[in-house]
C-alpha cells in the first residue's frame, strides 16, 4: 500500500475522532456518554475506510485493468 493512501486514513481517522470526541462531549448530557461512544464507533472507523477507498486511485490499491 502506498503512503498516500495510509496518511489519506490516519489524517480522516483523526479528523472524525476529534469531531465525535467535540460533539459528544458538549452536545450530550455526561450520563450517557459512554453508550454515545459505543454506537459511535462504527462511525469513527467506517467513514475513513470508505472515505480512503472512495478517494484511491488504481494505482495506490495496486489494481491492474483486465481488457
Do not use: C
Not at 459511535?40 to 495496486?62: F, K, R, Y
Request: charged share 10%; net charge negative.
Amino acid at each position: 500500500m502506498s503512503m498516500k493512501f495510509v496518511s489519506r486514513f490516519v489524517v480522516v481517522l483523526v479528523l472524525v475522532m476529534i469531531l465525535s470526541a467535540l460533539s459528544i462531549q458538549f452536545f450530550f448530557n455526561p450520563d450517557y456518554t459512554i453508550v454515545f461512544w459505543i454506537l459511535a464507533v462504527p462511525v469513527i472507523l467506517g467513514a475513513p475506510i470508505l472515505a480512503s477507498v472512495v478517494l484511491a486511485s488504481n494505482e495506490e490499491l495496486d489494481l491492474h485493468q483486465v481488457n
